[in-house]
């Protein structure tokens, strides 16, 4: 259905007012893959309404898995998995659905799922996903666009040395060796807020996973986990989002249920830009813009802490209206400036050349139709349109809805006018 609907919005107005920020969708998801190698009922609350959560409840539920939904708390009982297999149009759904390779083959010895291929943001390998998962006794056949994958001793500890900080490598290791036997040493691990939110969720569940959010991760395997309560934590990309569509807007916001410290990589440039942001209780920011803001200079993805990838997008539509040129260096994903040919339909000037994009501020953005063809860069098209005068209209939603709960209901809390037709 999201694929005949438009989010329209009349831009312009100032935003003002107080936003609750979701729970993490890169955060659920591993979760819902360590859920099913509990035997019970795992309980996570601040579970975000997404299309991803739904695809992830649906690969749990062909495995054999029972998910319930209750508002923003899912159960997942996991104690009969009858399948091993995860059918290719799940795959399609969701590339990260490899998630669930570790666990399915730590629990089950066995696991059988189509390739995930390629992606909006070009092409999504596996390989260190596979090569940890050989190291760790899998045997993986490679077949016909299938991985077929066996452990019939189970899968044992292995020191493993990631030659990048992949963030879904990591997981699915620590996933893996939370039930090997032995002792798992992930080298390079990836440092995202994520994987120490995953570390405490095993842990809770009786596992024996340290160092998670350094660059070792040490897993000792146990025989058993047990069920546990988790709460998901905030998305700091849901969050990094809308405080950039309160720059745009010259508006003043309140984010809660945040993690301002998950946010500095973003609030740094933000305050670069000139917006003042602070952070104030456990979990609440403030941040208050005003026009003209001035371009951050240089501003390089990178691995965490780094400036997160994810957040690229939203940041390059700010910087559209920011006085100066912004260079942006795109240091993760191959093909990740879709969104500036639709920036350009707003009237933003903007040139890219391989992994660096160069953003020359302009006075004025103008309405424009637009298309979404990817979730972040979505995200983009939106915080544009709410700084462009006149009306924008935005197709391609499904690709915004995998990661934002009620966008245009959140956005027109805060005096957005924006509705989904
Ligand atoms: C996760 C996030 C995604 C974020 C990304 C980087 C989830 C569900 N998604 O994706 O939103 O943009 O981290 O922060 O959490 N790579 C390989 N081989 C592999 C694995 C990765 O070459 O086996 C490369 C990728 O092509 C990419 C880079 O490593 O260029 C980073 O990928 P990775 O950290 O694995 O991202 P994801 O876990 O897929």
Do not use: W
Not at 169 to 197: C, F, K, Q
Not at 201 to 207: A, E, H, L, S, T
Not at 225 to 245: G, Q, S
Not at 381 to 403: F, K, N, P, Y
Request: with cysteine.
């Amino acid at each position: 259905m999201a694929e005949q609907q438009r989010i329209i919005i009349s831009g312009g107005k100032r935003l003002e007012g107080e936003i609750a920020v979701q729970g993490a969708k890169n955060g659920a998801l591993p979760l819902f893959a360590a859920a099913a190698l509990c035997g019970g009922e795992s309980v996570l609350h601040n579970c975000p309404k997404l299309s991803d959560c739904d695809s992830a409840c649906r690969i749990l539920e062909c495995i054999g898995c029972k998910c319930k939904r209750e508002k923003n708390t899912v159960t997942v009982d996991s104690s009969v998995i009858g399948s091993v297999e995860v059918p290719t149009h799940l795959m399609r759904e969701m590339r990260s659905s490899i998630i669930f390779l570790g666990a399915i083959l730590t629990r089950c010895k066995s696991c059988r799922l189509s390739f995930p291929g390629g992606c909006e943001l070009g092409p999504r390998p596996i390989d260190f996903h596979l090569a940890a998962l050989r190291e760790m006794g899998a045997e993986i056949e490679e077949k016909h666009g299938f991985l077929d994958c066996t452990a019939p001793s189970g899968l044992h500890g292995a020191k493993i040395t990631l030659s990048f900080s992949s963030v879904g490598a990591t997981e699915n290791i620590m996933l893996a060796a939370s039930l090997a036997e032995g002792v798992t040493e992930i080298h390079n691990a990836a440092r995202e807020p994520e994987i120490t939110d995953l570390a405490s969720f095993i842990n809770k569940c009786g596992g024996k996973v340290s160092g998670a959010g350094g660059s070792t991760v040490t897993i000792e395997g146990v025989e058993k986990l047990r069920p546990c309560e988790h709460k998901i934590m905030p998305d700091r990309i849901a969050a990094a989002t809308y405080l950039c569509c309160a720059a745009v807007s010259g508006g003043e916001l309140i984010l809660t249920e945040t993690d301002h410290n998950d946010l500095r990589p973003v609030t740094a440039v933000l305050e670069q830009m000139g917006c003042r942001i602070y952070s104030y209780g456990q979990s609440n920011m403030f941040i208050n813009a005003k026009k003209p803001l001035i371009s951050p200079g240089t501003v390089r993805t990178n691995v965490h802490p780094g400036f997160p990838t994810d957040a690229q997008p939203p940041l390059m539509a700010l910087t559209t209206l920011a006085a100066g040129t912004t260079v942006f260096v795109e240091n993760i994903f191959e093909n990740r400036f879709k969104h500036a040919s639709e920036l350009a339909r707003l009237g933003a000037r903007i040139s890219v050349e391989g992994k660096v994009a160069v953003v020359t501020g302009v006075k004025n953005l103008s309405g424009a139709e637009l298309m979404a063809t990817d979730l972040r860069g979505g995200a983009a098209l939106i915080t544009a349109a709410l700084g462009a005068e006149g009306v924008s209209r935005i197709s391609g939603l499904s690709h915004i809805d995998r990661g934002y709960e009620n966008i245009e209901g959140v956005l027109r809390s805060v005096g957005a006018d924006i509705k989904r037709m």
